[in-house]
């Protein structure tokens, strides 16, 4: 029985390896109307306008009486984050939350970059454009786009920015310099939600399509991580398998004939650790999102702790699934607790814990390999970051199957899932060294 699924699953993928290897297909790149109401006949304004962020003495009152309810319910012994959030440490981050974390001085510091919004396909996207403060004689900046995911924001970008449009100050050589465009994901801080069912990652694709266009770039570089690297791949189609379960399977005795290294056996096995049950213990709240993601969003959009708990809790696990054997989490191993708390004051103050969680089930709600996007490879020139805390390691052999023109793979050192936020400099370092592969072609 298990003989005949193999080599059936064998099979299967061999035909469509064989049929699909050389079809180089494109996304149709449609439009849509995603506001409030029917499109108006009206032609939309594509004017592009100055935005900041502001804060108020109410807003914050209201933050700090919602905190000061809180109902504490004692972790049990020895839990650490076995359980989830554990509520002793919760306490120190809301009295730091609530005592001494200065929004005002967070809010100045998200100003510190120019802001903007646009309306495309009837939404408000907001986006912040950095452009260099010098450039070396005879250059021009290389226009990035940087996309988050979830549960981060475009602040997980501040301190990878100046690596990117300013290396020669900070340590680098100033062979590539960027103009970097980080936009929020709508439904996400300060973009605006959809309104209407079905908003996915192609339909963001194609904002931020219209969005670089509207910048004036016909030609850019495209980064992202979680959501922003299903976004950045869907624009890769837009304009230009069973086969990893069976690796995974058969690799530790047969990883090298698979295409695994070393290094990604080191990664991926034990299986049944490092990859069944580590997605066992991450994956719950994504069943959840994939299908009521309003019921728990509605608990978490009227309690400031619960949805910090919520957050956080992913920067824990995330960031090192060993964290979950520590009393805090280690989250302040790697995260200072203003940068977590200015990440989930986006969330807390723009009300988007809901709309952003919709994401997931216009995505993924709709089954497995349902969507056309699912089906189809992409051939631009791609580069590949392995950082060895990810939740699930992609060996090169994986990667080069969705994206034939693999010309960087890099295991990184250190890191998980939130590298721009974590490993800023790695995370720049890698991006020169595809840049520099690639202008090398």
Same mark, same amino acid.
């Given at each position: ?77 020895? @839990?650490?984050?076995? =359980? /989830? %959030?554990?509520?002793?440490?919760? #306490? *120190? ?90 936009? @929020?994901?709508?439904? =996400? /801080? %300060?973009?605006?939600?959809?309104? #209407? *069912? ?244």
């Amino acid at each position: 029985m298990w003989l005949e699924i193999l080599l059936t699953s064998v099979l299967g993928f061999a035909i469509y390896w064989f049929i699909s290897r050389d079809k180089e297909e494109t996304l149709p790149l449609e439009d849509g109307w995603w506001g409030p109401g029917t499109r108006s006949a009206a032609r939309e304004d594509d004017s592009i306008r100055p935005f900041k962020v502001e804060t108020s003495d109410e807003e914050i009152h209201d933050l700090h009486q919602r905190i000061d309810k809180f109902r504490f319910t004692p972790p049990l012994e020895d @839990s650490c984050f076995h =359980y /989830g %959030f554990n509520s002793n440490y919760l #306490k *120190k981050v809301i009295s730091y939350w609530r005592n001494e974390f200065d929004w005002k001085k967070q809010v100045e510091i998200l100003n510190r970059y120019p802001h903007f919004k646009t309306k495309i396909e009837g939404l408000d996207i907001h986006f912040i454009h950095v452009k260099p403060p010098q450039l070396p004689a005879g250059h021009t900046p290389k226009p990035l786009l940087m996309v988050h995911g979830w549960p981060g924001s475009f602040y997980e970008f501040y301190k990878i920015i100046p690596l990117l449009t300013d290396p020669k100050n900070h340590g680098l050589s100033d062979e590539h310099v960027f103009e970097v465009i980080c936009p @929020s994901i709508p439904g =996400y /801080g %300060f973009s605006e939600a959809s309104s #209407k *069912k079905g908003f996915n990652s192609v339909a963001t694709a194609r904002i931020f399509y219209k969005l670089m266009l509207r910048l004036g770039f016909q030609e850019f570089y495209i980064q992202g991580g979680d959501w922003g690297s299903l976004i950045c791949t869907n624009m890769a189609q837009l304009v230009p398998s069973n086969f990893s379960t069976l690796t995974l399977l058969l690799g530790q005795r047969f990883g090298r004939f698979l295409g695994l290294t070393e290094r990604d056996v080191e990664l991926l096995y034990p299986v049944k650790e490092k990859v069944f049950y580590s997605l066992m213990r991450e994956s719950g709240y994504m069943h959840i999102q994939c299908t009521k993601p309003d019921t728990v969003g509605s608990a978490l959009n009227d309690s400031p702790v619960g949805l910090a708990a919520y957050i956080l809790e992913k920067f824990s696990t995330w960031t090192n699934t060993e964290f979950r054997y520590l009393e805090d989490g280690g989250l302040e191993r790697k995260f200072s607790l203003d940068d977590l708390l200015t990440n989930v004051m986006l969330y807390w103050t723009t009300g988007t814990i809901i709309s952003s969680q919709r994401f997931y089930k216009e995505n993924l709600g709709q089954g497995w390999m349902t969507q056309k996007h699912e089906r189809m490879k992409v051939y631009v020139p791609t580069g590949f970051s392995a950082f060895p805390f990810e939740l699930l390691h992609t060996p090169e052999k994986w990667v080069r199957f969705k994206y034939p023109k693999l010309i960087s793979y890099s295991y990184m050192v250190r890191g998980g899932h939130f590298a721009a936020f974590e490993e800023p400099e790695l995370l720049a370092q890698d991006i020169r060294k595809f840049l520099s592969v690639l202008e090398r072609q």
